[in-house]
Each structure stands twice: as structure tokens, then as C-alpha cells.
């Protein structure tokens, strides 16, 4: 069976809405799919005066473990345009298995979300892809199939860089219906494509 990882982290709870969409697109085409968060690097004082959400469904995994899965699909929130510091810490950790190679030839894509409609979506999918091109991954992303991305009638995340979501300045905004459909096609793709490279 066709091996999903769905990695993220999430601050305030939209990153992880987005990861289980993309996980559930990827159970869709039969896959077996695991969700995990990295690890959190702030200082604990950080998180409880930001009100960072610590109630979380899905637990951390290590670097080490990367090389299991046949696809890997990839969600951080926007800081200044880029990937957090979090998702950023744990990629800077996978030196041992880049030297082996491990992760060569494997399917991969990326999902985020912003405080702003131009708060930088694709600019973070540029430095999370960044990460899967230089350990020699196969990427994709949320193609033109996905109706919705030519769809004006309403704000909404996605690109064709990946799926994405608009939290909104205080974070109100939860992931719509079209974000989360970007998401579950995404991981659907994702799935397909994984099981066509391992066949």
C-alpha cells in the first residue's frame, strides 16, 4: 500500500485543519496516511503569551522516519513571506539521510496559510519546496483541475504552487470549503502519483 506522510505545524490550529484535508484526499485514493506535526521550538513563555494552540490530535515524528513513506506533503504556516522557524529547524535536522540519499525519486508537495491574501503563499511554498528539491524529490502541485482555483466569487486560498488557506490578521478566518477542497485534492494527487512510482 502506497504510504502518505502529511508533516506540518501549525500555530493556531489552520496549518492542521489543512493537513487533515490533505490527509483525507490521500486516504480517498486508498492510500495508507499518517499526519504528524514537527516538533515545537518556541520557548514555552512564547507560546502561552501568543496563545499558541498545544491541544493536538497528531504527534511528532523525527527526521529518521522521513524515508518510509512514498510521498511526503508539507504545511507551515507564512512568517515574513518564508516556511516558520519550526519547519525550518526540522529540515535542517534530515542532513544524515540527504547524504544518503533516501528521499530521492519520492513525490512531494506543500500546503500553507496566511494572515493576508497576499500575505506570501507562494513565497513559502518556494522555501518548503526548496527543502524537497534539494533531497532530490519529485514535486508537485495544485493543478488547474481543481476548478476552484479559477474561481473569483469568493476570497479564497490555493495557487498552483500548492493548497493554501487565509487565516485572517487576528486568525477569525478559519479554512473555507474551497481551501479545504484545494487540500484534498492536492493529497489525492499526491496519493496517485506515489502509487504509479512505486509500481
Known amino acids: ?12 490550529g489552520h496549518t492542521e485543519a489543512m493537513a487533515d484535508a490533505v490527509a483525507q484526499g490521500a486516504r480517498d485514493e486508498g492510500a495508507e496516511v499518517t499526519v504528524a506535526r514537527v516538533p515545537e521550538t518556541a520557548p514555552d513563555e512564547i507560546v502561552e503569551q501568543a496563545g499558541f494552540k498545544t491541544d493536538h490530535d497528531h ?12 510521498g511526503i506533503i508539507v504545511g507551515s504556516p507564512t512568517r515574513y513571506g518564508r516556511l516558520t522557524s519550526q519547519m525550518a529547524a526540522f529540515w535542517d ?29 507562494e513565497t513559502t511554498h518556494a522555501s518548503l ?4 528539491l534539494h533531497h532530490g524529490m ?9 476548478e476552484k482555483l479559477v474561481d473569483l466569487s469568493e476570497v ?13 490578521g487576528d486568525g477569525s478566518r478559519q479554512p473555507s470549503e474551497t481551501d479545504l ?3 484534498r485534492y492536492l493529497g ?3 496519493a496517485r502519483i506515489a502509487k504509479k512510482l512505486a509500481g
Open 156 to 168: 479564497a486560498g490555493g495557487s498552483p504552487y500548492g493548497a493554501s488557506t487565509i487565516a485572517g
Open 59 to 70: 504527534q511528532t515524528i523525527e527526521p529518521e522516519d522521513l524515508p518510509d513513506y512514498d
Open 93 to 121: 535536522r534530515t542532513g544524515p539521510i540527504w547524504q544518503e540519499g533516501k528521499l530521492v525519486g519520492k513525490i512531494g508537495a506543500s500546503f500553507t496559510s496566511t494572515a493576508s491574501q497576499h500575505g506570501g503563499q
Open 1 to 12: 500500500m502506497t504510504r502518505i506522510l502529511v508533516l506540518y505545524y501549525s500555530s493556531y
Open 181 to 183: 477542497g484545494g487540500a
Open 129 to 132: 519546496q526548496n527543502n524537497l
Open 138 to 146: 519529485i514535486i508537485t502541485g495544485l493543478d488547474y483541475g481543481y
Open 188 to 190: 489525492a494527487k499526491v
